[in-house]
């Protein structure tokens, strides 16, 4: 079963604009991990923030997480045409396997 | 270097025929998940392999489905008298630490 929960499940917005993506889990975790997908390719890694961390940049991206809240949120800024995918979060709990738990995405449209 | 391979890429087969399913995963990689992915939803967790050993088979959905990893590297992902809703796109993924890195995966049409 789907451990999060992506809000919205669609999005679409102008190039140049910023979006925001809200995860929201339920069990207690390890890590949070945020993928992209394109149409007909594969998951590409984006970030990985630990439980212990609050926020974390990566070029255009930038993610949080409040654990008191069971939440995390992935914002891309300046958006352009070629970040048109579905994101998923994705989340590991504190357990040997590190088998990652991902959320239903978010689908973002970036209109040129 | 060479990411996560996975062949073949597309499977169509007949309800009741086997599939075995391949992953190649990063060179050195300790551990090797497969993931099951339905058309508009998330990766859902099959089972994890840590070198040979498979140490987690939790998601596999029934004994139809099975997972080897024989020497710790190449695993294949076996599907037996396979059914329409065996129908998805499976996904392997790698790692040596915490991020796990996907393969494109494998889309099985079972018609």
């Known amino acids: 079963s789907q451990q999060g929960e992506e809000d919205p499940q669609a999005l679409s917005i102008q190039e140049g604009e910023n979006a925001t993506m809200n995860c929201s889990y339920k069990?207690?975790?390890?890590?949070l991990q945020w993928y992209r997908q394109n149409s007909g390719r594969g998951l590409v890694h984006l970030i990985l923030?630990?439980?212990?961390?609050r926020e974390k940049h990566s070029g255009r991206l930038r993610v949080t997480l409040d654990t008191s809240k069971k939440s995390s949120s992935l914002l891309i800024t300046a958006s352009r045409a070629a970040d048109t995918a579905s994101y998923f979060c994705?989340?590991?709990?504190?357990?040997?396997?590190?088998?990652?738990?991902f959320g239903s995405g978010t689908r973002l449209l970036v209109r040129p | 270097g060479a990411g996560v391979s996975q062949s073949p890429r597309y499977k169509v087969t007949k309800r009741g025929q086997d599939v075995a399913l391949r992953c190649d995963p990063i060179?050195?990689?300790?551990?090797l998940y497969w993931y099951r992915q339905a058309l508009g939803q998330g990766p859902e967790f099959l089972t994890y392999?840590?070198?040979?050993?498979?140490?987690?088979k939790s998601g596999l959905p029934n004994d139809r489905f099975s997972a080897e990893r024989p020497e710790g590297s190449i695993s294949t992902l076996t599907i037996q008298r396979t059914e329409q809703r065996d129908s998805a796109m499976y996904r392997c993924?790698?790692?040596?630490?915490?991020?796990?890195?996907f393969g494109p995966g494998t889309r099985l049409l079972v018609l």
């Open positions: 993924a790698s790692s040596s630490e915490e991020t796990q890195y």
């Open positions: 923030i630990r439980s212990n961390e």
């Open positions: 392999f840590n070198y040979e050993a498979q140490q987690d």
């Open positions: 069990t207690s975790i390890n890590n």
């Open positions: 060179s050195g990689h300790v551990s």
């Open positions: 994705a989340t590991d709990r504190r357990d040997s396997s590190y088998k990652l738990i």
